[in-house]
């Protein structure tokens, strides 16, 4: 039967059951109505320029593979063998004109279809219905700006109507340059022991944290006014918002500078050098505004300014694991040192402090959300970004 889980969120007076975060029969209901059915993300075109080029991602916990097929169109289809379900691509990414399974040898070209059957005339007698038996296929495939997106549900709107207004936000991020954006660098994975809506909830919509959890990183210059705390007064003039629409969160805010002292040399003229293209492109309201820390439901978030500008996917492991993937995004035409400024950022700038305020988050809820299952929480409150 499954949970009735109206009465475990009252949106009116911003209350939520901590069970929702520790469930495993919520969890499963998951997979099935918010995983199989929104539209995910899956990778980035970047990834896949070429014919043949593939990666593996995931839709909640099935594994999906994207690759583009000699004709030079992407495809996604569910990762698994139609013989016995092995999986057919066990690597990360590649090139490849054909996958075979590893398992009984069963032949897939890179437009899904099954090519090649071992023994097809001597145990199959050619009665095997080929064109029956390809991959299958994630029932829609689409992109926005550079961004691959999957959904099981043939059904679903258009990936357009589901993003709604975040299109437009979103291009502030991906599209300021002609070129749009790349992913620089490889991914970084690890497993946080927590539920997948805790980091999501926390890039949606949580910038009330931000002064709190980051003050380390703040004194040190990674986040803020280049290691020194800023005054209120200061802290108003910068500050921005969070954006709600069709069920994603967005934090916008002011564009300013990059102030962290390890990158300002490189950020800084290039981001001068790069201010009339940016107008250009999106025009004189989007170009004075930079995107903050925001999720696209249900699993992708991403954190604009210079020296963060990531993406992170929470695919689900279970209610009580997440396994984080994070790339560096860059503009595609941005020269080679401010790439890997965008690297290097990446890798030392949230990536810890987002695992450990999750896992702390996590244990405190595996308690008082078993014991006291009538427990709520406090939805975030849109407080302004520092
Ligand atoms: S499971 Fe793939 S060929 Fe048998
Ligand atoms: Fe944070």
Known sequence: MLTDTQNLVDLKRGLISRRVYVDQEIYEQELEQVFARNWCFLA?????PNPGDFV??????DPVLVVRDSRGKINAFLNTCRHRGMRVCRADHGNAAAFTCTYHGWTYGNDGKLVGVPGYKEYYYEELDMEQWGLVPVAQVDSYKGLIFGTFDPEAPSL????????????????????????????????MNTDWKLPADNFGSDGYHV???HISAQKVGFLGAGGRIRSEQERQ????????ANGHGFGVGPFR????PLYTDVFNPYLESIKDEVV???????????IGAST?????????????RTIRIWHPRGPDKTEVWSYALADAEAPAEVKNAHRLGALTSTTRSASVKGATARSTLATSGRRLASTTSAVSTNAGRS
């Not at 593996?56 to 916990?61: A, D, V």
């Not at 500078?257 to 962290?260: A, K, L, R, T, Y």
């Open 44 to 48: 980035h075109e970047a990834q896949v």
């Open 296 to 308: 696209l439901f249900p699993n992708l978030s991403m954190i604009g300014g210079e020296v963060h």
């Open 237 to 244: 003039a910068i500050r921005g918002f969070n954006v709600s």
């Open 280 to 290: 250009e492109q999106l025009g004189p309201v989007r170009g004075q505004l930079r």
């Open 160 to 191: 357009l109507d589901y993003l709604g207004d975040m299109a437009w936000y979103l291009e502030i991020l991906l599209g300021r340059r002609k070129g749009g954006s790349v992913l620089v660098g490889g991914v970084q994975k690890w497993i």
């Open 211 to 213: 002064p709190v959890t």
């Open 56 to 61: 593996s991602s995931y839709i909640g916990e």
């Open 257 to 260: 500078p990059d102030e962290n």
